[in-house]
T-cell receptor, first 117, second 112 residues
């Protein structure tokens, strides 16, 4: 089945620094990937849709200058949290759908637990 | 605004019992319905998807869809302690947009 690799799994950074999270589709090409954020005991909230070769589409309320997304190839999307603050601490998860799977749903990466201190 | 509603629980069932998880959605144009399982601190994993009215069975899991009532459920037979997790319902619209909207999830506890 489709596999999505995400790393790092955990990162602790100081307030004001930037953190990059990588998401790779290992056995399929993904022209579109999705970035979610999940706070404790909350649902997955879609942050943005990453489009290969073009600009990402951000959901309402998500700061595009703070959450930089780059989708440079058909298998790699990156999310950079710039000038991180403690309120950015969350579980970030990427997702992609194997286009050959029809309605088979989305595969998630293993997630990145970001803690900003 | 598209909404997917789930009872947050926790739903507590004894080992071996049937666990019934429910989900309602607001968008009548929804065509694809997914159930994900998420263990604490982990990312969601797909259990089942369904897009036709009726039941779909896979091992101990049965998804039930009723589009007229805008209702989808997941039954887990012979529940095991390892089934203890949060179950997320996700719904995707038609028209070429398959980005799912997720419910908050129902916490299931299966006790020995």
């Amino acid at each position: 089945g489709a596999v999505v690799s995400q790393h790092p799994s955990r990162v602790i950074c100081k307030s004001g620094t930037s953190v990059k999270i990588e998401c790779r589709s290992l056995d399929f090409q993904a022209t579109t990937m999705f970035w979610y954020r999940q706070f404790p005991k909350q649902s997955l909230m879609l942050m943005a849709t990453s489009n290969e070769g073009s600009k990402a589409t951000y959901e309402q309320g998500v700061e595009k200058d703070k959450f930089l997304i780059n989708h440079a190839s058909l298998t790699l999307s990156t999310l950079t949290v710039t000038s991180a603050h403690p309120e950015d601490s969350s579980f970030y998860i990427c997702s992609a759908r194997d286009p050959t799977s029809g309605f088979g749903g989305y595969t998630f990466g293993s997630g990145t637990r970001l803690t900003v201190v | 605004q598209k909404e997917v509603e789930q009872n947050s629980g926790p739903l507590s069932v004894p080992e071996g019992a049937i666990a019934s998880l429910n989900c309602t959605y607001s968008d009548r144009g929804s065509q694809s319905f997914f159930w994900y399982r998420q263990y604490s601190g982990k990312s969601p994993e797909l259990i089942m998807f369904i897009y036709s009215n009726g039941d779909k069975e896979d091992g101990r899991f049965t998804a039930q869809l009723n589009k007229a009532s805008q209702y989808v459920s997941l039954l887990i037979r012979d529940s095991q302690p390892s089934d203890s997790a949060t179950y997320l319902c996700a719904v995707a619209a038609s028209g070429g947009s398959y980005i799912p909207t997720f419910g908050r999830g129902t916490s299931l506890i299966v006790h020995p």
